[in-house]
């Protein structure tokens, strides 16, 4: 979802614009409001949105002196304005897109798509910075992370925080260590080549493990792993028991 906020002095623009989102625009989740420039700043820093429609005239500071007073803003923002004059300095300021008023629905549409798009490739640079970092051994003292891209948003977790991996099909639901969960649309044997520098242990067929949250075998069946968080015992493959017990010196 996309997270928004509308910055409009007066409320019937607000709601008129929150109801057109809702009713067209199904991918942006309206977050916060606010009808002045000073208050939105504060709801911006709390909130942290994707984007903001914000309005240019409003009585006390105009929408450009809200820009202003973030240095390096890390939103988007799509001005809305009854005045098409104001085009031209919302290019200057590189805003996404410029609405006017009464906002017509296909330029409402238009505008959510090209905010889809300018998103995604953020998303994309992300986890491309983010697997420079991880091949980059110039730099010990930071934490590895891994890009877990599902439906909804991508998390980039540190690899250390992963208890285990376990596949259904072309899915892999990684378990982290504190109990949360995310399902990645991708089968396990790309995360098994990925983690395996990591310490981890494709130790089944549809599982991978971090031998530092392994506790004990457990010597049921061809063996299970133990670990130190969750309540599942992870089976070992028949194949994989002498090799499994080598990796984790028993």
């Known amino acids: 979802m996309i997270r928004a906020i509308l910055v409009d002095d007066e409320q019937l623009n607000i709601s008129n614009l929150k109801a057109l989102l809702n009713k067209h625009c199904g991918s942006v989740d309206v977050v916060g ?14 909130l942290n949105p994707d984007v903001v429609f914000l309005d240019i005239e409003m009585p006390d500071k105009n929408g450009f ?3 202003k007073a973030f240095q390096s803003p890390n939103f988007e923002v799509v001005f809305v304005t ?9 290019i200057k300021f590189s805003a996404l897109d410029y609405l006017l008023k009464p906002i017509n629905i296909e330029e409402l549409k238009a505008s959510v798509n090209k905010l889809e798009v300018t998103l995604q490739h953020k998303r994309d640079n992300k986890r491309l910075q983010n697997l420079i970092s991880l091949l980059d051994k110039k730099i010990p003292n930071e934490s590895p992370k ?11 977790v540190p690899i250390a925080n992963i208890l285990r991996c376990e596949s259904s099909n072309n899915y892999t639901t990684f378990y982290l ?16 080549e990925m983690l395996s520098p990591y310490g981890f242990i494709r130790c089944h067929q ?3 493990v971090n031998k530092e949250h392994v506790r004990s075998i457990l010597n049921q069946d ?22 499994i017990k080598e990796l984790l010196s028993f």
Do not use: R
């Open 33 to 46: 409001t606010a009808n002045s420039v000073d208050d939105s700043i504060e709801l911006i820093n709390k």
């Open 65 to 67: 002196e809200l820009l």
């Open 82 to 90: 009854a005045y098409d004059a104001y085009g031209i300095q919302a």
């Open 146 to 156: 891994i890009a877990l891209p599902t439906m909804k948003e991508t998390f980039f």
């Open 177 to 192: 260590c504190d109990g949360t969960e995310h399902v990645i649309s991708k089968p396990i044997y790309e995360f098994d």
């Open 206 to 208: 549809s599982h991978l």
């Open 222 to 243: 061809a063996g299970y792993l133990v670990l130190n968080f969750g309540n599942k015992n992870i089976p070992i493959s028949k194949q994989k028991k002498a090799l």
